[in-house]
Each structure stands twice: as structure tokens, then as C-alpha cells.
């Protein structure tokens, strides 16, 4: 199949004029398998130059002679001599070739063998591309088939046809604006204009596009200096004339000074009292001079900082005021006795031994040497142990590796509680499930089944039983028993999920699947006989009128075709020469389509009921890689462009991969018309073959 060739054009201004109606001769046509070219024929060159005046001819002089000797008999013009002249001995007379004379003189001999002329002769024009950003270049060949070259406008262009001629046009829009010297003059000049200087004037001459700049006299003083006669008199005024206290000042103009008068008079104090301040008298001072350096007051707070012990402190006063000294016990050289040491000494019986392992063990008690398990005796916890011989609750869970018997005659109060074992009535609370969840089980009372051993090999045991009971309760001294069971079950519904073997008689007061025993069973009101021929009968299925019983038994109707579906398969098998997305002919074709509308006499294929496409097989002989399958949709009066779901797989040489649409939108009704795309991300150049699987709804 023909490609499409995409050209890209990313300048600025580009423009590919392409003249219609032009021929041109092709060769090497590719079709899925060949290449492309293009031989161009010229014009009919010009008519060469005539070629030189070959040299004249010449007679002998016998041949003269002779010819002179007979010109009374033969006369002919002397025009007729020349040409005579020119004709060689021998001469024969010119025949014109014929291409197709087989014989004589016209026949050319040695004729090369003209090939056949295969090549193809193409019409070029413009048509529109598929996107806006595309044009296409459009080669139709004698038969009608075409080849497109596809022209892509890429970023900043734009790309539009009129008629036989497509324009690229530049799209970016320049947003720089450029200013010309005078705008960029006007512009700084403005800056320089009515602005603050100080000690420099700056002025924009817009004629020359100058600016001009002029700086003060930097050498001028404008300071200003203060003579010593105007300091004077400022500072003078600074004091003259103000708040005094005990002070007169005044500024002396004439002679430049300060004068400050004091206007305090001095006071004559008497010596201080107890009442009033005054100055110190010689009896005072001689005191003072008494004193030691840093004396305190002699008072109660000073004392006792000093260290002294004061009455106060003691609890005894009287007793340390009146004690003996040489009446007082001498201190033991091994020291004083604390607090506590005679109590501790009258508390020790006489004859008492020192408590160490000889003396404790000798005393009967239990040693630690003794224990086998030491660290479980000193944890243990007394309030979890459970007592034998009396009343017990026990809260938490307790496992027991030995046997459990309960034994022991008793009396009791006759009751239907549990003589022996009592489970009671308890508030279960599921903290597990979710809300709105399913729990699989509950079981309020478990026994697991024993794993059976035995020692010695080859063992058998004739009866075992995970829980048995020996029987009924037993009648004895003083007791009548109506009714005996070894199993009551006062209600519920009970659960066997394997055989139920009796050994005795079954008595049935309700009713088996529906049949009341008693009144349905009038042959036998006590027991129920079941036999072949009363299931047979009674419309059951029979192992033995079944032809395949194992396959019934383990047939799963989930894996069974329902009887409204039907799977339908469609097979194509084609050749790909590119890596570039292609329809694949669905009915029969061999060759592959670049569109889904150019040829849909092979690339459609029209559903008869409702469905959708379930998965689709692909096996290539050479590498696809990447590969998507797409599919498209085309409702009645439409074309087959809706692009729908589309699944993506790699694809390797000579390997089936299965490609399931399950997943994506992949739903057709009745009448629609579908296409399917491949597009591989390798270069293929090799045969391809697909397997589509369709579901009918047959209900439809």
C-alpha cells in the first residue's frame, strides 16, 4: 500500500507552490513492498547544425576519353555528367528502412528490443489535510489510486490552500516595540527636567539632543563667621534674665564677662536634741568614739546570729541549768547508741541464732535450691489459680494439656440447668466485621477434630468419635424416666454437613422436604423407606440415567456459553511496510488502509445485532513493539470516525499477544459499522495476522 509522506515546516516564512496539472513519469512504484521515484522528461532538444560539404569527385582519363568518344551517340546535359560523376562504382540505389518490413531492402536488420514501458504517469494537485495545521500534496496515477504528501504547519505557522497552492504564514506576533533616537532622547531628556539640584543645573536641549550639566563654583565660601563680640552676646543672653536660686548672674556687655553674685546668708546651728536637728557637742562625739567599729545593739536577734544558745532554744532549761557533768555516762568506744538500738536490743529474744540458710532451712522453710521452677513460684498470681474443692469464677481464658474428668456422686436440686456442665447465656459482641459486612461463621462452642497417632505402625481403630456419648440417662433408685435422651436439642435448627448414619429406628414428627411423615406415609407411619424407585418417582435425577456423571458432578455454569450470546471471530492477515498507524481490512484484503473512510469495502465490518469486542490476538513476524489496537465507530449516516477505547500491548517477533478489550469502551448496537487500527512503534516490513473475538447478543 502507498504511504503518506509527512513534510514539517518550522521557518518563518515558508511557501511551497506546487503546479497542478503537471506530468510525470514514475518508476519503482511502492506498493506496501516497492520505492518511490521520480523520473522527469525533458523537452525535444533543437535541430542540429548541417554537417560539412563532403569533397567532389573525380574521373580517370580513360573514363573521359571514353565518354567523349560516345557523345555522338548519347547526349545528356552537363548537369547529368556531374551527378554521374559523383556516384561511385558499384552504387545501388537508396532504399528507405520500414521498422516492420520482415524482408528486402527496406528491412532493418540487427533491431534492438525496445522494453516496455511500465511506468506510471501522475497528476499532481493540492487537497485539504485532515487536520487544520495539514494540507496535503495529492499524486493520482492512471488508475486512480493516490499518494499523499502531508504538509504539517509547526510552532508560529499557520498553513492554508487555495486551490493548487498552500501558503505558510508566520503567526507569532512581534511585540518589541524599537524606538528612534529622538523618542529615546525625549524620553532621558525628560528625566533631567524640573528636577531638584543642588550646587549643579541640568537642562534637556531638545535641538542637538543634548543635555547640559553646569556645577556651581565649588571655591565660594558661604559660610557664615561669628565675631567674638556676637558670641558674647548670644551666650549672654542665655543667662541673663533666666531662673536663679541663692544666685544672681549677669552679662557684663562692656567688658565681654559673666558675673555670678551668691545672694545665701550663713546660719548659725545649736547643738542637736532628742527634738530637733543641730550640730554635734565634744560629750557626743567622745561617745561615739567609745564604740567599736561595726558594734551591734546587744538584743536577742544579735546574740543568737552571734551563736549563742538561748533559753529559748532549750527544752529542758531547767535540766541543763541544774545538770551534773561528772554525773553523765561516758560515750562507748564503738560509739554513741542511736535512736532505736535498745528497742532493737529488747526485742531480741535470748538464745536467738543469726537467719542464714542452715538456721532458716532448719526451721522448716521452703528454699529457693528447693524450687524447680523458682521464677514462676515468685510470680505467682494466687487470684488466677483455680480452686478444686470449692466455688470458683474464672475470667480469663485457661488452657488444660491433661485430660478433664468430672466426677464424684452428688445431691442436687432436680433441674434442667446442668447437673455437671453449665455454658450460660452470654451477650456476644462483634468488634471485627465492617458495617454492612458479612461474617463467614460464629460458633459459640467449638471442638476440634484429634489428629489420631499411634506408636507402633499399622494400627487400626475400629470406631472413633470426636465427641461421644455413651447413652441415654439411666433410671435408677427411686426415678422413672419418660422420656430418655442422649442428645436434646430444645431448639434451632441443626446442621450435618456430611452423613448421617442411624443405627436405629428415626422417628420424624414433621415433616422430610415437604412430606409429612404421618399422614403421606400411610404404609409405614413409624419409618420412612427410601429406595430407588420413590426418589425416581418422585422426579429426582438419577446417577444411573446420567451419561457422563462424572462431567455433571463437576460442571461449573459459570464456564457455559449463554444460550442469547454468541462469540463471533473475525480473522485478517496483511502486510506492513512502515511503523505508522494503520485499519486493518477486516473483509478479505490483504492490504492494510491509512484511513478508515478511504476504502470501507475492506476496512468495515457491520454489526448484525448488539455486542461489544471482548479481546483480539496479534502475532507479527517481526518485532511491532509498542502496539495499539484502537477501536472506531460509524452510526447509521455517518462514517466510521468515532474514535473509541483502545488497549496497548508490546508485540515481539513470531508472539501471539492477546489484546483484552474488556476494559475499555468497546459496545456496539445493531447496524453500526466498525473499524480497527493498528499502530506499532517498529518499523514491521513484514506480515501480520489478527484475530478479533465479537459477542452477539442474540436477543437482539
Known amino acids: 500500500m502507498a504511504e503518506d509522506i509527512k513534510i514539517s515546516l518550522q521557518t518563518t516564512t515558508p511557501e511551497i507552490k506546487v503546479q497542478s496539472n503537471t506530468k510525470a513519469t514514475t518508476s519503482n512504484i511502492k506498493n506496501s513492498q516497492a520505492n518511490i521515484g521520480i523520473v522527469t522528461i525533458g523537452q525535444t532538444g533543437a535541430t542540429g547544425v548541417k554537417g560539412e560539404t563532403g569533397p567532389a569527385g573525380s574521373i580517370t582519363a580513360e573514363q573521359e576519353a571514353a565518354i567523349a568518344a560516345n557523345t555522338a551517340k548519347t547526349s545528356y546535359p552537363s548537369a547529368d555528367s556531374t551527378k554521374l560523376l559523383g556516384i561511385s562504382a558499384g552504387a545501388e540505389v537508396n532504399v528507405k528502412s520500414d521498422w516492420n518490413a520482415t524482408s528486402g531492402d527496406a528491412e532493418i536488420l540487427n533491431k534492438p528490443t525496445i522494453p516496455t514501458d511500465t511506468n506510471t504517469t501522475y497528476s499532481v494537485s493540492c487537497v485539504d489535510g485532515e487536520n487544520s495545521d495539514e494540507e496535503k500534496i495529492r499524486l493520482t496515477d492512471s488508475s486512480g489510486s493516490t499518494d499523499d504528501v502531508i504538509l504539517e504547519a509547526g510552532t508560529g505557522l499557520s498553513i492554508a490552500r487555495s486551490g493548487d497552492k498552500i501558503t505558510f504564514t508566520n503567526t507569532v506576533v512581534d511585540t518589541d516595540t524599537v ?4 523618542q529615546v532622547q525625549d524620553v532621558v531628556g525628560a528625566m533631567f527636567t524640573s528636577n531638584t539640584e543642588t550646587r549643579i543645573s541640568a537642562a534637556y536641549d531638545d535641538t542637538d539632543g543634548t543635555i547640559d550639566l553646569v556645577v556651581d563654583d565649588m571655591t565660594a565660601d558661604t559660610n ?4 567674638d563680640e556676637q558670641v558674647q552676646d548670644i551666650v549672654g543672653a542665655m543667662v541673663d534674665g533666666g531662673t536663679e536660686t541663692n544666685i544672681s548672674v549677669t552679662y557684663d556687655d562692656s567688658s565681654g564677662k559673666l558675673n555670678f553674685v551668691s545672694t545665701d546668708t550663713n546660719t548659725t546651728y545649736s547643738v542637736a536634741t532628742g527634738s530637733s536637728d543641730g550640730l554635734m557637742s565634744s560629750a557626743h562625739y567622745s561617745k561615739l568614739e567609745e564604740i567599736e567599729a561595726d558594734a551591734d545593739v546587744t538584743d536577742t536577734a544579735n546574740v543568737t546570729a552571734a551563736g549563742a544558745l538561748m533559753d529559748s532554744e532549750l527544752t529542758d532549761l531547767a ?21 532505736g538500738d535498745k528497742t532493737k536490743l529488747d526485742a531480741i529474744e535470748a538464745s536467738a541464732d543469726v537467719t542464714d540458710a542452715t538456721n532458716v532451712t532448719a526451721a522448716g522453710a521452703l528454699m529457693d535450691s528447693e524450687l524447680t521452677d523458682l521464677a514462676g513460684i515468685k510470680s505467682l498470681d494466687t487470684s488466677n489459680l483455680v480452686n478444686l474443692s470449692g466455688t470458683q469464677t474464672i475470667a480469663g481464658e485457661k488452657t488444660f494439656t491433661k485430660k ?26 462483634d468488634t471485627s466485621t465492617s458495617g454492612s459486612g458479612t461474617a463467614t461463621a460464629f460458633n459459640h462452642v467449638v471442638v476440634e477434630n484429634p489428629r489420631l497417632m499411634s506408636t507402633n505402625s499399622s494400627v487400626t481403630t475400629t470406631n472413633a468419635s470426636t465427641v461421644y456419648i455413651k447413652g441415654a440417662p439411666i433410671a435408677s433408685t427411686n426415678q422413672t ?12 435448627h441443626s446442621y450435618f454437613n456430611n452423613d448421617v448414619s442411624v443405627g436405629g429406628d428415626l422417628t420424624v414428627t414433621g415433616t422430610v422436604d415437604g412430606i409429612d411423615i ?65 485499519y486493518i481490512p477486516l473483509n478479505g484484503s490483504i492490504n492494510e ?33 509498542s502496539t495499539e489496537m484502537k477501536l472506531y465507530k460509524g452510526a447509521n449516516s455517518s462514517t466510521v470516525s468515532t474514535a473509541m477505547g483502545a488497549v ?24 453500526e459499522a466498525m473499524a480497527v487500527r493498528i499502530d506499532p512503534t517498529d518499523d514491521p516490513d513484514s506480515g501480520q495476522n489478527v484475530t478479533i473475538e465479537l459477542v452477539f447478543d442474540l436477543t437482539t
Not at 478433664?404 to 459482641?429: C, F, N, P, R, Y
Open 179 to 182: 524606538l528612534t533616537t529622538e
Open 648 to 671: 496497548t500491548e508490546t508485540v515481539g517477533a513470531n508472539t501471539s499477544v492477546e489484546f483484552d478489550m474488556t476494559g475499555v469502551t468497546n459496545s456496539f448496537s445493531q447496524g
Open 593 to 625: 488502509q491509512t484511513t478508515s473512510t478511504g476504502a470501507p469495502e475492506y476496512t468495515t465490518f457491520i454489526w448484525p445485532y448488539d455486542g461489544y469486542v471482548k479481546t483480539m490476538w496479534v502475532r507479527s513476524e517481526t518485532s511491532l513493539g
Open 481 to 492: 424416666i419418660t422420656n430418655a435422651y442422649s442428645l436434646y436439642v430444645a431448639g434451632g
Open 518 to 582: 404421618a399422614t403421606d406415609v400411610a404404609a409405614n407411619t413409624a419409618k420412612i423407606t427410601c429406595n430407588t424407585a420413590n426418589v425416581t418417582s418422585s422426579g429426582a435425577l438419577m446417577d444411573s440415567e446420567l451419561t457422563d456423571l462424572a462431567g455433571v458432578k463437576s460442571l461449573n455454569t459459570s464456564n457455559l456459553q449463554i444460550k442469547s450470546a454468541h462469540h463471533h471471530f473475525i480473522h485478517a492477515g496483511f502486510f506492513m511496510s512502515y511503523p505508522y498507524s494503520r
Open 319 to 339: 535540766g541543763v541549768k541544774g545538770v551534773t557533768i561528772s554525773t553523765l555516762q561516758v560515750k562507748p568506744s564503738e560509739g554513741a547508741f542511736a535512736d
Open 404 to 429: 478433664l474428668i468430672l466426677d464424684g456422686d452428688k445431691s442436687v436440686t432436680a433441674s434442667g440447668d446442668g447437673v455437671a456442665m453449665h455454658v450460660d447465656a452470654q451477650d456476644i459482641t
Open 224 to 227: 557664615t563667621q561669628l565675631t
